[in-house]
């Protein structure tokens, strides 16, 4: 299984970007599918999360900016940055809480990052 994140940049404050990440390989079911961030010198943050159902979880910070969506049929999650701040700068990761095979049991699988620039 890998997830694939894309979609990163940058841009000016106040600006957006969408950022979308898709899990493949042999998976049955998704249960979570979400966005994590790390900017220098700091721990890695929640962002926001999802689960196959559509319910959404998102950090204080992001609320009212960020919308999380997902594509159960394509497997893949998206995060639409708006309004952006310069403190949202970081280095955005996927992550996945997935059933796979031949355990049929939830694994944590985490993506690889995608930089994001706001300039002010």
């Known amino acids: 299984v890998q997830l694939q994140a894309s979609g990163g940049g940058l841009v000016q404050a106040g600006g957006s970007l969408t950022l979308s990440c898709a899990a493949s390989?042999?998976?049955?079911?998704?249960?979570?599918m979400g966005w994590y961030r790390q900017a220098p010198g700091k721990q890695r943050e929640l962002v926001a999360d999802i689960t196959s159902g559509g319910s959404t979880n998102y950090a204080n910070s992001v609320k009212g900016r960020f919308t999380v969506s997902i594509d159960n049929l394509k497997k893949t999650v998206y995060l639409q940055l708006n309004s952006l701040k310069p403190e949202d700068t970081a280095v955005y990761y996927c992550?996945?809480?997935?059933?796979?095979?031949?355990?049929?049991?939830?694994?944590?699988?985490w993506g690889q990052g995608t930089q994001v620039t706001v300039s002010s």
């Open positions: 992550d996945a809480r997935l059933i796979v095979p031949p355990s049929f049991e939830e694994v944590y699988y």
């Open positions: 390989g042999n998976i049955f079911s998704i249960n979570v």
